[in-house]
């Protein structure tokens, strides 16, 4: 009888030793069959010294407001702008801020958008189609990034200028992203 629940222990351990190893590996990019094979340049935050990382800090409050003061207000002139190379440049988190920044680069073409990101949880190459939504909140007009893809966060883009495109969901507890024309 002891050698019979000695074997099953020790098959219950062999078997949840398992699981735990599968389960640390490290998951399949998910890539649309419109790009298979999007390319991004390395990561730019790597060994990065801000100690304001995980706040908003003045540069990248800066950045925002200049955004918004000259931000574009028509779907037409935002579409023709976002073609190209944006990168992750500021970053802030609402709630628990970390010590970690993301990285984040999108590509857009006229219909599809390519997005790698990586941060301490997540690293994911995908590829989408896009559009742009017009918004009407609190009799203030505004746009928003639209995909087919379940990945809110980090392309919840709201806020649309030359150089920069961003959204910042801090004052709920959310987070902030901010990408630079590169």
Same mark, same amino acid.
């Given at each position: 009888?002891?050698?019979q629940l000695l074997t099953?222990?020790?098959?219950?351990?062999?078997?949840g030793l398992m699981l735990?190893?599968?389960?640390?590996?490290?998951?399949?990019?998910?890539?649309?069959?419109?790009?298979?094979?999007?390319?991004?340049?390395?990561?730019?935050?790597?060994?990065?010294?801000?100690?304001?990382?995980?706040?908003?800090?003045?540069t990248e409050r800066s950045?925002?407001?200049?955004?918004?003061?000259?931000?574009?207000?028509?779907?037409?002139?935002?579409?023709?702008?976002?073609?190209?190379?944006?990168?992750?440049?500021?970053?802030?988190?609402?709630?628990?801020?970390?010590?970690?920044?993301?990285?984040?680069? $999108?590509? =857009?073409?006229?219909?599809?958008?390519?997005?790698? &990101?990586?941060? %301490? !949880? #997540?690293?994911?190459?995908?590829?989408? /189609?896009?559009?742009?939504?017009?918004?009407?909140?609190?009799?203030?007009?505004?746009?928003?990034?639209?995909?087919? $893809?379940? =990945?809110?966060?980090?392309?919840?883009?709201?806020? &649309?200028?030359? %150089? !920069? #495109?961003?959204?910042?969901?801090?004052? /709920?507890?959310?987070?902030?992203?901010?990408?630079?024309?590169?």
């Amino acid at each position: 009888m002891t050698s019979q629940l000695l074997t099953r222990t020790k098959l219950f351990l062999l078997v949840g030793l398992m699981l735990t190893v599968y389960s640390c590996e490290k998951p399949v990019e998910a890539l649309d069959t419109l790009n298979p094979h999007p390319v991004s340049p390395p990561c730019l935050f790597e060994g990065q010294e801000n100690s304001m990382d995980g706040y908003i800090d003045d540069t990248e409050r800066s950045w925002m407001m200049d955004c918004f003061s000259g931000s574009y207000q028509s779907v037409e002139e935002i579409k023709a702008s976002l073609l190209g190379d944006w990168e992750l440049v500021g970053f802030g988190e609402g709630w628990a801020p970390s010590l970690t920044q993301p990285c984040g680069h $999108i590509t =857009f073409d006229e219909t599809t958008l390519n997005f790698d &990101f990586e941060n %301490e !949880f #997540i690293d994911t190459t995908l590829a989408t /189609s896009w559009t742009l939504d017009s918004t009407f909140s609190l009799n203030v007009k505004g746009f928003k990034l639209v995909t087919d $893809i379940d =990945f809110t966060d980090a392309l919840d883009l709201r806020v &649309f200028c030359e %150089e !920069f #495109i961003f959204h910042d969901a801090t004052p /709920s507890d959310g987070n902030m992203y901010i990408y630079r024309r590169i």
